[in-house]
């Protein structure tokens, strides 16, 4: 019953802004984190940033100081504010979930993607 479902995304000229945003719903007893991950063509799925239910925040190398992954107001939501976005940022981005689990400790799940493009 949990579904993710994510919105933004768009085309945007290098050195501009874009940000998406991720609701989780369904049978969700708690969370261990939030995140969101991109996959560009031809390459494999990998981190962007991930925000844990006490706060903590985690990014990768390559997005830290431009990208900034927040909850949002609503339950169980995410935001992803993208700033001085580069050709090289252009992926599909998801959004992941990270649900408490109490046979296994966690349970992912997966948004169905939204298309980022960044320009040059």
């Known amino acids: 019953q949990v579904q993710l479902v994510e919105s933004g995304g768009g085309l945007v000229q290098a050195g501009g802004s874009l940000s998406v945003s991720c609701a989780a719903s369904?049978?969700?007893?708690?969370?261990?984190?939030m995140g969101w991950y991109r996959q560009a063509p031809g390459k494999q799925r990998e981190l962007v940033a991930t925000?844990?239910?006490?706060?903590?925040?985690n990014y990768a190398d390559s997005v830290k100081g431009r990208f900034t992954i927040s909850k949002g107001n609503a339950k169980n939501t995410v935001y992803l504010q993208m700033n001085s976005l580069k050709p090289e940022d252009t992926a599909v981005y998801y959004c992941?979930?990270?649900?408490?689990?109490?046979?296994?400790?966690?349970?992912?799940?997966w948004g169905q993607g939204t298309q980022v493009t960044v320009s040059s």
């Open positions: 369904g049978s969700i007893f708690s969370i261990n984190a």
């Open positions: 925000v844990t239910s006490g706060g903590s925040t």
């Open positions: 992941n979930l990270d649900a408490a689990s109490p046979w296994s400790g966690h349970m992912y799940y």
